[in-house]
Each structure stands twice: as structure tokens, then as C-alpha cells.
């Protein structure tokens, strides 16, 4: 069966100082990847996309950015956090086009200081 | 643009009381809808999903969903609520491109009494 893992669980980081959170799934192969971040009491806003290997979109600008080194494997990172980068961060995958289902990580809680 | 919209931000029911989620779409073809559930600090889980066909949808752990295209709703529903339903619930419409976009409503928080 399908799993997919999230760490760390919880993050606590100062203002200007790096990130790098790591998703990966297993039991399945070319899986497209998404990252989300919530806000305390707001939905769900898509950050970024993957379909493929080294094939990553950016739903909206911002501090962050995305990578996809392995076909299970998708990265978000900061080179310097800012305050407004708080937040619940969540990684999910569906699989080929049409299958539509998402299926989500445990997720991240970032705090930054 | 699509959206969706999710009136109730917070809800309370007793347990054993019916429950109504609502939610209202704004698309502009036959839209692909969803309801997720999230428990607290976790992950979100698909409860169920309309693509076509029969407008009542059945989920999982005893929901469903009415689909009304003269409404551009989708409520969800469930007879008698159980104190573990207690989670925040989300409201999803599908968008077609090249990695099946889904956009996420607000939510709704319900709270259970005992």
C-alpha cells in the first residue's frame, strides 16, 4: 500500500535562517506531488506542484521554492524565513491525471520567530 | 475563477444530532467535487466525491453529499454525529489542467457535544 511521510513533525525557526522539509511516498511510481501551506483557521493554499522529476510550477510568489530530486522525493526550502512563512505545511500525491484523489502527509508545523 | 465557499466557519451539534455542512461552488463547466475531513494536527482524508452521474454520493464513515447544479452546492450530511467527527471539514472543487488542480474551500470546524 501507499504511504507518505512528512518531516520534521514540528519546526521552530528564527527569522532569516534556512528551511528544508522533505516528503516522500512509497508504493506507488511518478506520483504528482503537491505542497500546501494552512494558515491557523484559513484553508488549504496550494504552494507548489510536481508531475515528474525535476518538474516543478508555483502556484503563487513567495519565499519558497520546491524540488523534486527523486521521482518520490519533493523538497521545500527557504534560503531566509521571514515571519509570515508560519504555518501548517502539508505535502500530498495523486496519481496519473484523473485519479483525482490527493492523498496527504501527517504534515509540519513551522513556527518562525 | 473558480472558488469555493464554505458559509459556516464554526459549527456545534450534539452527538447523535443530524449534521449539514454546506458548501457552494463557483464554476464554470460540470465541476468535479470533493469533501475532505481533517482531524487535529493531521494530514487531510478524502471522504468522498461527485464526478457525475447520481447527484446523492455516499462516503465514508457514514456521510454523503447532495450535489444541486441550481444551487451550485454540494452539502455534506451525516443522520446522527459521533463525538469523533469532531474535525475541521473542507470542501473541494476540481479543476482540469495538466496534474488535476483541486482547490480548497475555508473549511468548517465542527465542534461535538456529548
Known amino acids: 500500500s501507499q504511504t507518505i511521510h512528512q518531516w520534521p513533525a514540528t519546526l521552530v525557526q528564527p527569522v532569516g535562517s534556512p528551511l528544508s522539509l522533505e516528503c516522500t511516498v512509497e508504493?506507488?511510481?511518478?506520483?504528482?506531488l503537491y505542497w500546501y501551506r494552512q494558515a491557523a483557521g484559513r484553508g488549504l493554499q496550494l504552494l507548489f506542484y510536481s508531475v515528474g522529476i525535476g518538474q516543478i510550477s508555483s502556484e503563487v510568489p513567495q519565499n519558497l521554492s520546491a524540488s523534486r530530486p527523486q521521482d518520490r522525493q519533493f523538497i521545500l526550502s527557504s534560503k531566509k524565513l521571514l515571519l509570515s512563512d508560519s504555518g501548517f505545511y502539508l505535502c500530498?500525491?495523486?496519481?496519473?491525471?484523473?485519479?483525482?484523489?490527493?492523498?496527504f502527509g501527517p504534515g509540519t508545523r513551522l513556527t518562525v520567530t | 475563477a473558480q472558488s469555493v465557499t464554505q458559509p459556516d466557519i464554526h459549527i456545534t451539534v450534539s452527538e447523535g444530532a443530524s449534521l449539514e455542512l454546506r458548501c457552494n461552488y463557483s464554476?464554470?463547466?460540470?465541476?468535479?467535487l470533493f469533501w475532505y475531513v481533517q482531524s487535529p494536527g493531521q494530514g487531510l482524508q478524502l471522504l468522498l466525491k461527485?464526478?457525475?452521474?447520481?447527484?446523492l454520493v455516499q462516503g465514508i464513515k457514514g456521510f454523503e453529499a447532495e450535489f444541486k447544479r441550481s444551487q451550485s452546492s454540494f452539502n455534506l450530511r451525516k443522520p446522527s454525529v459521533h463525538w469523533s467527527d469532531a474535525a475541521e471539514y473542507f470542501c473541494?472543487?476540481?479543476?482540469?489542467?495538466?496534474?488535476?488542480?483541486?482547490?480548497f474551500g475555508p473549511g468548517t470546524s465542527l465542534s461535538v457535544i456529548p
Open positions: 473541494a472543487v476540481g479543476e482540469p489542467t495538466s496534474y488535476d488542480k483541486v482547490i
Open positions: 464554476y464554470g463547466a460540470t465541476p468535479y
Open positions: 508504493g506507488t511510481s511518478n506520483p504528482n
Open positions: 461527485y464526478f457525475s452521474g447520481d447527484t
Open positions: 500530498a500525491w495523486s496519481g496519473d491525471r484523473g485519479s483525482w484523489e490527493q492523498y
